[in-house]
Protein backbone atom coordinates (compact mmCIF):
# COMPACT_ATOMS: atom_id res chain seq x y z
CA UNK A 1 0.00 0.00 0.00
CA UNK A 2 1.47 3.25 -1.09
CA UNK A 3 1.74 6.34 1.25
CA UNK A 4 -1.49 8.73 2.28
CA UNK A 5 -1.56 11.92 0.94
CA UNK A 6 -1.20 14.57 4.00
CA UNK A 7 -3.34 17.26 3.74
CA UNK A 8 -2.57 19.86 7.09
CA UNK A 9 -5.04 22.22 7.99
CA UNK A 10 -3.11 23.00 11.29
CA UNK A 11 -4.23 26.24 12.35
CA UNK A 12 -7.65 26.45 10.42
CA UNK A 13 -11.05 26.89 11.59
CA UNK A 14 -14.35 24.68 10.84
CA UNK A 15 -14.98 24.25 7.99
CA UNK A 16 -11.79 24.70 6.11
CA UNK A 17 -9.87 21.45 7.52
CA UNK A 18 -13.31 19.35 5.78
CA UNK A 19 -12.58 21.58 2.57
CA UNK A 20 -9.18 20.91 2.19
CA UNK A 21 -9.98 16.83 2.37
CA UNK A 22 -12.79 17.08 0.43
CA UNK A 23 -10.57 19.31 -2.23
CA UNK A 24 -7.67 16.77 -2.03
CA UNK A 25 -10.13 13.46 -2.38
CA UNK A 26 -11.78 14.91 -5.03
CA UNK A 27 -10.80 12.66 -8.18
CA UNK A 28 -9.06 9.93 -5.61
CA UNK A 29 -9.50 6.55 -6.85
CA UNK A 30 -11.09 4.04 -4.52
CA UNK A 31 -9.04 2.84 -1.79
CA UNK A 32 -6.50 6.28 -1.59
CA UNK A 33 -6.11 6.93 2.00
CA UNK A 34 -5.13 10.44 3.48
CA UNK A 35 -4.51 11.84 6.68
CA UNK A 36 -5.57 15.10 7.36
CA UNK A 37 -3.96 17.15 10.10
CA UNK A 38 -6.29 19.80 11.84
CA UNK A 39 -5.99 21.86 15.70
CA UNK A 40 -9.90 22.60 15.31
CA UNK A 41 -11.45 19.90 17.57
CA UNK A 42 -14.61 20.33 15.37
CA UNK A 43 -12.88 17.81 12.72
CA UNK A 44 -13.36 14.92 14.64
CA UNK A 45 -17.35 16.15 13.98
CA UNK A 46 -17.12 17.26 10.39
CA UNK A 47 -14.88 14.81 8.69
CA UNK A 48 -16.85 11.02 9.98
CA UNK A 49 -20.02 12.88 8.63
CA UNK A 50 -18.19 14.11 5.32
CA UNK A 51 -17.08 10.51 4.79
CA UNK A 52 -20.77 9.11 5.21
CA UNK A 53 -21.99 11.68 2.81
CA UNK A 54 -19.25 11.08 0.55
CA UNK A 55 -19.04 6.96 0.41
CA UNK A 56 -15.65 7.51 2.43
CA UNK A 57 -14.41 5.93 5.12
CA UNK A 58 -12.54 6.79 8.42
CA UNK A 59 -10.25 4.76 9.31
CA UNK A 60 -8.68 6.28 12.17
CA UNK A 61 -8.50 9.12 14.95
CA UNK A 62 -5.42 10.22 16.73
CA UNK A 63 -4.31 13.06 18.72
CA UNK A 64 -0.78 13.93 19.05
CA UNK A 65 0.82 16.36 21.00
CA UNK A 66 -2.91 18.28 20.44
CA UNK A 67 -2.91 17.80 16.62
CA UNK A 68 -5.30 15.75 15.30
CA UNK A 69 -4.44 13.12 12.48
CA UNK A 70 -7.82 11.77 10.81
CA UNK A 71 -7.04 8.98 8.23
CA UNK A 72 -9.75 8.47 5.57
CA UNK A 73 -10.10 6.35 2.71
CA UNK A 74 -11.80 7.35 -0.48
CA UNK A 75 -14.84 4.97 -1.19
CA UNK A 76 -16.31 4.23 -5.00
CA UNK A 77 -17.26 7.54 -7.22
CA UNK A 78 -20.92 7.95 -7.05
CA UNK A 79 -22.97 8.61 -9.86
CA UNK A 80 -24.36 12.83 -9.44
CA UNK A 81 -27.80 13.19 -8.70
CA UNK A 82 -30.15 13.32 -11.70
CA UNK A 83 -32.54 15.82 -11.79
CA UNK A 84 -35.13 14.73 -14.23
Known sequence: MSQPIIVDARGHRCPTPSLKLQKAMADAAPGVR???????????????????????????IQDIDGVLHLTVESGPATPDARTD
Do not use: Y
Request: no cysteine.
Open 34 to 60: FVLLATDAMARIDVPFMMSQKNGRLVE
